[in-house]
């Protein structure tokens, strides 16, 4: 068994093994005609349910075939260009260098003693990134999980910094006054981690958006002044640069502005809008993001890195202390002392991957602007969609792109009945993924159901986000068809 450890003696096991298993993915990658098989939870289950866990079949390629059988053949292909639903990216080889990289020398991020240069690489990555959002001299941050977590843990800062020596907060005041302030289509993770973080029911204050999804600031204000003369405590305003469902970018500076003169925390939610942090042509959409507290951005998001890869950073590095414990066996408090940078002062997260080196080698590969340019052609691409959409008479598209998603609905003709039309969108949207020829997603507007693209994908062209058009459109006229044959 010591022959499947990865060490010295073991070293051409390992060389053979991986290169095995990358032959196969590559394979797949390089024939792959569909993002999706169309395999049902029906037909797949019964199929891993077959495998005894206690009988393992030793050698690799047994492994990898079983593999192709219970997962290769039948994934969902974010690399495929009829992929266009959630956010999810291709990624860049070389972070995927990176991954293999990373695992193989297993570093954790947690102290200085268990990583050493990946401690310092990280360190660099995350003054990079602060440099690039403009936070300032005193910034810092630390690689999280995910978008969720790095939402979860500014908040958290939030919170702390919003306790003490704020009006209207005494100590031992409830939890229950803190509130933050998020527009109705911002992340869920707001809402999460208002519980998380023991805050009562009422905590998110819902600020609603303009036509283009953006926060209205009138309304933003109005409710900071609302809670101030309910002797309420403002904790936090949510901005989000690139909504999930629409790529919206709330007003940042006059978000800013009102945070300042409430003296209200201003975190800003750029999981997805963050790739114009590299972009070459937009990068102006997310000004005022330099005057946050604090930041969000998803690597795996915009800078097409595997998941997962994702930092929250901070404009004061103080701030960060809130989420710092010592424990002698780890990082016993006389190592701050000596200046031995221990990450885990600044993490939610104990044991911790080396994400960051995924985007360190893409960034010494690649460059930010080869990432810039990739995420630029996606935004021009839903542009070129936006177009195709707001001309075809099939579809109504609700609003032009900022980033790169594209929500819209079909909506034949001679049908009125806005459940019909709802019920048309739901079957095509279900019929193209049972198809495998391209997957999209779906959301609500106005409690009405429509359909989504999210593109991330440059080899994504505009003749396939028209022939997905026209896939839509043939599977909810088939609905709409014998819909009309049940009714008859
Ligand atoms: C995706 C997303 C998140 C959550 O990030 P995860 O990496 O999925 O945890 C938070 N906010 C926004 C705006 C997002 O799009």
Redesign the pocket.
Known sequence: MRSHLLNGLTAEHYRRSVTEGVERVAAKLATTDRPFSGVTVDALSPRIDAIDLDRPLGDTASVLDELEDVYLRDAVYFHHPRYLAH?NCPVVIPAVLGEAVLSAVNSSLDTWDQSAGGTLIERKLIDWTARRIGLGPAADGVFT???????LQALLLAREEAKPGTAGWDEGAPLAKLRIFASEV??F?VKKSAKLLGLGPDAVVVIPVDHDKRMQTVALAHELERCRSEDLVPMAVVA?A???DFGSIDPLPEIAELCAQYGVWMHV?A??GCGLLASLKHRDRIDGIERADSV?V?Y??SFFQPV?S?AVLVRDAATLRHATYHAEYLNPRRMVQERIPNQVDKSLQTTRRFDALKLWLTLRTMGADGIGQLFDEVCDLARQGWELLAADPRYDVVVRPTLSTLVFRYIPAAVTDPAEIDRANLHARKALFASGDAVVAGTKVGGRHYLKFTLLNPETSAADIAAVLDLIAGHAEQYLGESLDRAS
């Open positions: 956010l999980s995910g978008g969720t977590q790095s939402n911002s992340h993770s989000t690139g909504t999930t939610d999981a997805y969000t998803d795996h998001k997962s994702s």
